[in-house]
């Protein structure tokens, strides 16, 4: 069992920048492969970037390329995203989630388990 705890969220001018954390409990935290999503009112969840299990590996998706920069730190049981140059259209819920699969990570559906979320508000 792993339960996640979002924090970071908030509300920021264009361009600006935030730090998002998700705290784990748990001790087999470093086992899991970590995701963070977004959800935007009247859309599916969608795929923001994923991280491996030790950290070495980290993929995103083409909309946060080059702005968004997910790590990990298995000492304090912690992912971090930090998104950077914000637009209006980053506005939405994020969230933290984790799974022991392996393979076709970008699918939430893929997930054991997630945070509650933390809002993020980008404003023109």
């Known amino acids: 069992q792993v339960q996640l705890v979002e924090s970071g969220g908030g509300l920021v001018q264009a361009g600006g920048s935030l730090r998002l954390s998700c705290a784990a409990s748990g001790r087999t935290f470093s086992r899991y492969r970590l995701g963070w999503f977004r959800q935007s009112p009247g859309k599916e969840r969608e795929f923001v970037a994923r991280i491996s299990s030790t950290g070495g590996i980290t993929n995103y998706a083409d909309s946060v390329k080059g702005r968004f920069t997910i790590s990990r730190d298995n000492a304090k049981n912690t992912v971090y995203l930090q998104i950077n140059s914000l637009k209006p259209e980053d506005t939405a819920v994020y969230y933290c989630?984790?799974?022991?699969?392996?393979?076709?990570?970008?699918?939430?559906?893929?997930?054991?388990?997630w945070g509650q979320g933390t809002q993020v508000t980008v404003s023109s």
């Open positions: 989630a984790a799974t022991s699969e392996v393979v076709d990570t970008t699918n939430p559906g893929r997930y054991n388990y």
